[in-house]
């Protein structure tokens, strides 16, 4: 009964990897969100990125959270699980620019 009870402790503190799914989908989908009405008002790159930034913040704090509490529980250095993260959530940011860039540009 006290083994059971310590497994079913350890599996509620490690984190899912649903947790990760979820922050990545919520993210990506705030990002995708932010594209018409960047393209509509007719912002620079730079601008987009501003307000790609301030709109997806508590989706990048997730999935940042995420990412890092998974990779610990993976057993990775926080330096390595904080750098996945920056990663990952580059990745994101990078691929939105390069589609904003791609359909803001005059036809």
Same mark, same amino acid.
């Given at each position: 009964m006290i083994v059971?009870?310590? *497994? /079913? !402790? !350890? *599996?509620?503190? =490690?984190?899912?990897?649903?947790? /990760?799914? =979820?922050g990545r989908k919520e993210f990506s989908k705030c990002l995708a969100a932010q594209m018409q009405p960047g393209i509509d008002q007719k912002l620079s790159v730079g601008d987009f990125q501003s307000a790609i930034k301030k709109a997806c913040a508590d989706k990048e704090s997730a999935f940042r959270a995420a990412i890092v509490a998974q990779d610990k529980a993976d057993k990775m250095s926080d330096a390595e699980a904080n750098s996945d993260a920056d990663d990952q959530i580059s990745e994101y940011v990078d691929k939105i620019t390069s589609e904003f860039e791609e359909s803001s540009r005059p036809g």
């Open positions: 059971a009870a310590s *497994l /079913v !402790m !350890m *599996l509620a503190a =490690t984190p899912s990897a649903d947790a /990760v799914g =979820t």
